[in-house]
């Protein structure tokens, strides 16, 4: 019988979305929870995230009389998701699992007094397959004074958004030239700010209100946290996952877990060895995930029988890096800036080649699978004028002016004429001439005969809505021309171990890991290969850990 320096009902590995989730209803039945967290910040990736959940039938959509059921939600993810042989981590019976315990899961954290909201407008990524939600099926948390952690409020991990606004206004505001409402949010913001300075209190938004509620809901539950506490090894007796072994103040420390262990330590992004080896052609310099995620969680379940599945998938999030932030640890995304009316994207050789206003997670995947045949990583963002002087470039606020840095650098191209920028990229002046003349016959005609861009609700909402008669499409026309480089960058890796429907840890055979779990992006994704809308990896992490608590019980 192994010795122990501490022992807990449950221990959990990590303290990203699912951790606090599981840990509350376990210590709502009176068990033992410790979160043993590898960096000295509590709240993971999805504290610096945009912290959505995406909740499917949820009681929001209710209360605003949005459109949803059980049956039209299944019917979107098995059009979306589908049954595939090589997604085990989304097979029907998970994905019908998430979809039930979602609403579950909510209605429970509501019930401890997390304040949740949702976007007003937010469309599924697919909106036009069948079961999709136009509306969107969004959850966020409210607004979070910081403050209210007391000595813990250094301990929250900052997320990227340093405005106290939610993530609705904060949506909204990049129409501040076009919009009165955007104006009126400005002014909004502007006060909310005076106000809590004056008050003492310091609001923060989207994934640090979402863990910082959280957190605050874990630490008055009696929750026990451990930071700096780096989980090496799973301790196996009997076939059962009995405990772990961590590095405290540099010493191996050995803890119990009478129930069980739940990994959530991510995935992979900060580990380029595992990159090479399962998502060749990115790398750890485009991601925007927190560094302590470096694989060797789902390494050490490997090690123990683990299957894992879908590693080649990432949530891709694409990038444009200035000169100057190349080393920071948030870069700079840029969904927004080929989805804009008056700007494409190209591959190295000139032409077009998808839907530039598809989601993120496929806008990657995209740019990977061209890349196999004709050089697109990276890709070139082409733009004209009337992109720069009325949308956002790596800002959410358009600007025309720009740091001369970025043109000294070389990142940013200008020119003008559209043969003249060609050759600042190496790309035959004829070829980008083509490209860009076929899809300024298709802004005349209003219709995107190539990819039919602009044709989803979706579409329109990345765009803009103030724009006459598309908001996807605008002919690029006017210059100078501009253009910059874009990249596959991710906001974390898609695939991990494999886990049932009741998120235990499966063997190649399909049997458990006795007493281990597992959830977020250390596991093969519910949503296989796909990115069913905004939340769709934040959410599936907090429902396994949900599920994860309910099955643990189940079993004591």
Same mark, same amino acid.
């Given at each position: 019988?192994?010795?122990?320096?501490?022992?807990?009902?449950?221990? =959990?590995?990590?303290?990203?979305? !699912?951790?606090?989730?599981?840990?509350?209803?376990?210590?709502?039945?009176?068990?033992?929870?410790?979160?043993?967290?590898?960096?000295?910040?509590?709240?993971?990736?999805?504290?610096?995230?945009?912290?959505?959940?995406?909740?499917?039938?949820?009681?929001f959509?209710?209360?605003?009389?949005?459109e949803?059921?059980?049956?039209?939600?299944?019917?979107?993810?098995?059009?979306?998701?589908?049954?595939?042989?090589?997604?085990?981590?989304?097979?029907?019976?998970?994905?019908?699992?998430?979809v039930?315990?979602?609403?579950?899961?909510?209605?429970?954290?509501?019930?401890? !007094?997390?304040?949740?909201?949702?976007?007003?407008?937010?469309?599924?990524?697919?909106?036009?397959?069948?079961?999709?939600?136009?509306?969107?099926?969004?959850? #966020?948390?409210?607004?979070?004074? #910081?403050?209210?952690?007391?000595?813990w409020?250094?301990?929250?991990?900052?997320?990227f958004?340093?405005? +106290?606004?939610?993530?609705?206004?904060? /949506?909204?505001?990049?129409?501040?030239?076009?919009?009165?409402?955007?104006?009126?949010?400005?002014v909004?913001l502007? /006060?909310?700010?005076?106000?809590?300075?004056?008050?003492?209190?310091?609001?923060?938004?989207?994934?640090?209100?979402?863990?910082?509620?959280?957190?605050?809901?874990?630490?008055?539950?009696?929750?026990?946290f451990?930071?700096?506490?780096?989980?090496?090894?799973?301790?196996?007796?009997?076939?059962? =996952?009995?405990?772990?072994?961590?590095?405290?103040?540099?010493?191996p420390?050995?803890?119990?877990?009478?129930?069980g262990?739940?990994?959530n330590?991510?995935?992979?992004?900060?580990?380029?060895?595992?990159?090479?080896?399962?998502?060749p052609?990115?790398?750890?310099k485009?991601?925007?995930?927190?560094e302590?995620?470096?694989?060797? +969680?789902?390494?050490?379940?490997?090690?123990?029988?683990a299957?894992?599945a879908? %590693?080649?998938?990432?949530?891709?999030?694409?990038?444009?890096?200035?000169?100057?932030m190349?080393?920071?640890?948030?870069?700079?995304? #840029?969904?927004?800036?080929?989805?804009?009316?008056?700007?494409?994207?190209?591959?190295?050789?000139?032409?077009?080649?998808?839907?530039?206003?598809?989601?993120?997670?496929?806008?990657?995947?995209?740019? /990977?699978?061209?890349?196999?045949?004709?050089?697109?990583?990276?890709?070139?963002?082409?733009?004209?004028?009337?992109?720069?002087?009325?949308?956002?470039?790596?800002?959410p606020?358009?600007?025309?002016?720009?740091p001369?840095?970025?043109?000294?650098?070389?990142?940013?191209?200008k020119?003008?004429?559209?043969?003249?920028?060609?050759?600042?990229?190496?790309?035959?002046?004829?070829?980008?001439?083509?490209?860009?003349?076929?899809?300024?016959?298709?802004?005349?005609?209003?219709k995107?005969?190539?990819?039919?861009?602009?044709?989803?609700?979706?579409?329109?909402?990345?765009?803009?809505?103030?724009?006459?008669?598309?908001?996807?499409?605008g002919?690029i026309?006017?210059?100078?021309?501009?253009?910059?480089?874009?990249?596959?960058?991710?906001?974390?890796?898609?695939?991990? #171990?494999?886990?049932?429907?009741?998120?235990?840890?499966?063997?190649?055979?399909?049997?458990?890991?006795?007493?281990?779990y597992?959830?977020?992006?250390?596991?093969?994704?519910? %949503?296989?290969?796909?990115?069913?809308?905004? !939340?769709?990896?934040?959410?599936?992490?907090?429902?396994?850990?949900?599920?994860?608590a309910?099955?643990?019980?189940?079993?004591?």
């Amino acid at each position: 019988m192994s010795t122990y320096d501490e022992t807990f009902d449950f221990v =959990v590995v990590g303290s990203g979305g !699912g951790s606090m989730c599981a840990a509350l209803v376990l210590r709502q039945a009176g068990k033992s929870v410790l979160i043993l967290e590898k960096t000295d910040l509590i709240g993971g990736t999805t504290a610096r995230s945009g912290g959505v959940m995406w909740i499917p039938n949820n009681r929001f959509m209710k209360r605003d009389g949005v459109e949803d059921s059980r049956e039209k939600s299944i019917a979107y993810m098995d059009s979306v998701v589908g049954d595939h042989n090589d997604t085990p981590g989304a097979t029907k019976a998970r994905r019908d699992a998430y979809v039930d315990n979602s609403t579950e899961m909510v209605d429970f954290l509501v019930d401890q !007094g997390i304040k949740l909201n949702r976007v007003s407008y937010w469309p599924d990524y697919y909106d036009n397959q069948p079961g999709g939600s136009e509306e969107g099926r969004t959850v #966020v948390a409210e607004l979070f004074n #910081v403050n209210e952690l007391g000595e813990w409020k250094s301990k929250l991990r900052p997320n990227f958004i340093p405005m +106290m606004g939610t993530l609705d206004e904060f /949506l909204k505001l990049r129409f501040i030239k076009k919009s009165w409402e955007a104006k009126k949010i400005a002014v909004r913001l502007g /006060l909310r700010t005076i106000g809590a300075k004056l008050t003492g209190k310091h609001y923060v938004t989207a994934g640090a209100a979402l863990q910082g509620r959280m957190f605050q809901a874990a630490l008055k539950a009696r929750v026990e946290f451990r930071i700096n506490s780096a989980v090496q090894e799973l301790v196996v007796e009997d076939g059962r =996952v009995k405990g772990v072994v961590a590095m405290i103040n540099s010493k191996p420390y050995r803890v119990a877990a009478k129930l069980g262990v739940l990994v959530n330590a991510g995935g992979f992004a900060h580990n380029q060895e595992m990159r090479d080896k399962y998502i060749p052609g990115t790398s750890v310099k485009w991601t925007n995930v927190t560094e302590g995620d470096t694989g060797e +969680m789902i390494l050490e379940m490997m090690r123990h029988g683990a299957a894992i599945a879908q %590693m080649e998938e990432m949530v891709g999030n694409q990038m444009s890096i200035p000169p100057g932030m190349e080393n920071d640890a948030v870069k700079p995304v #840029v969904q927004g800036v080929t989805a804009a009316p008056h700007a494409i994207l190209v591959d190295q050789t000139g032409v077009r080649y998808m839907n530039e206003s598809g989601s993120y997670m496929t806008y990657c995947q995209g740019m /990977l699978e061209r890349n196999k045949t004709v050089p697109a990583v990276p890709s070139w963002a082409i733009m004209d004028s009337q992109y720069i002087k009325n949308y956002g470039l790596i800002t959410p606020f358009p600007s025309t002016k720009k740091p001369q840095a970025w043109y000294d650098s070389g990142y940013l191209k200008k020119a003008d004429t559209i043969e003249e920028l060609a050759g600042m990229l190496n790309i035959g002046p004829s070829a980008l001439r083509a490209t860009v003349d076929r899809f300024n016959g298709f802004v005349e005609n209003n219709k995107d005969e190539d990819f039919n861009r602009g044709e989803r609700a979706y579409d329109r909402w990345l765009g803009d809505p103030y724009h006459p008669n598309n908001a996807s499409l605008g002919s690029i026309s006017k210059g100078p021309f501009y253009a910059v480089e874009v990249v596959p960058g991710d906001v974390g890796t898609y695939g991990g #171990v494999v886990t049932d429907d009741n998120a235990r840890v499966l063997r190649e055979d399909g049997t458990a890991i006795e007493g281990l779990y597992a959830t977020g992006i250390s596991t093969a994704s519910v %949503m296989g290969r796909a990115y069913a809308g905004a !939340g769709a990896s934040v959410g599936p992490s907090f429902v396994w850990g949900y599920v994860t608590a309910k099955h643990v019980l189940a079993s004591a």
